[in-house]
């Protein structure tokens, strides 16, 4: 009988995942479900980028591509990253992979193991601690709160680091909370990180995610000091609406760019050769598109936090970034509905499920009991239809 490894068996499914996969079961049953699970963007990839993928298939552009990618992409995405943030790399600081979890993992896998610790900040992304534990290392968790707009200090950092601490990982804008850290905030960190000489994983997928005020920054080009202590991670999946393509990148020093190589090659080899194609038109190509889907987010971002925080019980800060709402429904705790109580966030979006058909992801998977996340990527009627269908069902509660 085929027994279960420990790495295996400490490893949880993923939180978004599931979730979604609970409202794809119900819809099958013939329920309507407003799903806002997912961090998927609803556009449909912009033309030319469909277009640069057709003519590469056309071109007979369908077979292996050196395993850490085309020199063409890894090219584009060093050019890219010239014109926005005055990075200097070269292609061969770069590596391709299948999605930026694919990358974080990567870098993961080279740069920690057993024994070592890796610093994230709460609340984080689901995968995180997860993709930590399966080096052997050991997530150590600290703490952002609502009130501080869910960040964290330099201070805050510094009193975690012990001599096993190897790594931070950063990600702004924040999956879940769509917080955006200053750069005046992250040269705080920058500082800190060069004097204790810890690297990082800086995960800016989100980078063009942002409203008003709030800016992007690249945290590899805050001190000249970061280019060899810093992994950035980023990708083509929510910027240009392409989370089917699987394409992700990770840029950092030579010599950590080419491990990740080597375990990329034992591990999957190359990601898509299609594409990759396609990810050099999104890179190289016009950005109109950009403006246009991150236009639309603003919007909508505006009317669902309007729209919760005028449900009594609710707290919903506005996000600077991404696009989820991030709310408190603490307030609910210890409430029933239908015969049911809720005792904490995941009964919470169990019972929203169940009983209202909306799909939320509960805080908890997060690192932050007491909240839900709520994904805005997806059209304003279907918005407000579920916010709609969330408000009754809450005025319920006894």
């Known amino acids: ?217 690249c945290f590899a080009t805050l001190r000249p000091e970061l280019k060899e202590l810093v992994i950035t991670i980023s990708g083509v999946s929510k910027t240009y609406a392409m989370t089917g393509w699987r394409i992700g990148w990770a840029i950092g020093p030579d010599k950590v760019v080419k491990a990740m190589g080597n375990i990329q090659s034992q591990e999957t080899s190359n990601p898509c050769s299609v594409s990759q194609a396609a990810a050099i038109a999104a890179l190289d190509g016009p950005q109109e598109c950009v403006a246009e889907m991150r236009k639309e987010f603003h919007a909508r971002r505006d009317l669902v936090c309007k729209r919760l925080a005028a449900i009594p019980g609710i707290q919903c800060p506005v996000p600077p970034g991404a696009f989820y709402a991030f709310f408190d429904v603490s307030s609910f705790f210890g409430k029933s509905f239908g015969g049911k109580k809720v005792t904490d966030s995941a009964s919470f979006c169990l019972l929203a499920l169940e009983q209202a058909h909306v799909n939320l992801v509960q805080g908890s998977a997060f690192g932050a009991e007491g909240f839900a996340r709520l994904s805005y990527a997806t059209s304003t009627d279907i918005l407000n239809k579920g916010i709609d269908k969330l408000q009754e069902w809450l005025k319920t509660a006894v």
Request: include cysteine; glycine fraction near 6%.
């Open 1 to 217: 009988m085929l027994g279960i490894s420990k790495l295996a068996s400490s490893v949880q499914p993923s939180a978004t995942l599931a979730a979604g996969a609970k409202a794809r079961q119900l819809r099958s049953q013939g329920v309507t479900v407003f799903d806002f699970s997912l961090g998927e963007p609803d556009f449909p990839t912009p033309a030319h980028i469909c277009d640069a993928a057709l003519a590469a298939m056309k071109s007979g552009q369908t077979h292996y591509t050196p395993a850490q990618g085309t020199a063409e992409l890894r090219s584009a995405v060093s050019r890219w990253y010239k014109k926005f943030y005055q990075l200097e790399c070269t292609a061969d600081q770069v590596i391709v992979s299948n999605g930026a979890k694919h990358s974080i993992h990567n870098a993961l896998a080279t740069l920690v193991g057993p024994g070592d610790e890796v610093i994230i900040p709460t609340p984080y992304w689901v995968s995180y601690s997860d993709l930590v534990l399966m080096t052997g290392a050991k997530p150590v968790l600290i703490p952002g709160s609502m009130a501080n707009g869910f960040k964290v200090s330099a201070e805050q950092i510094k009193s975690a680091i012990t001599s096993n601490t190897r790594l931070l990982l950063l990600n702004s804008p924040s999956n879940p909370t769509g917080a955006v850290y200053s750069r005046k905030e992250l040269e705080a960190i920058a500082d800190l990180v060069v004097a204790s000489k810890i690297g990082v994983i800086s995960d800016e997928i989100y980078e063009q995610l942002i409203y008003g005020d709030a800016q992007p920054t």
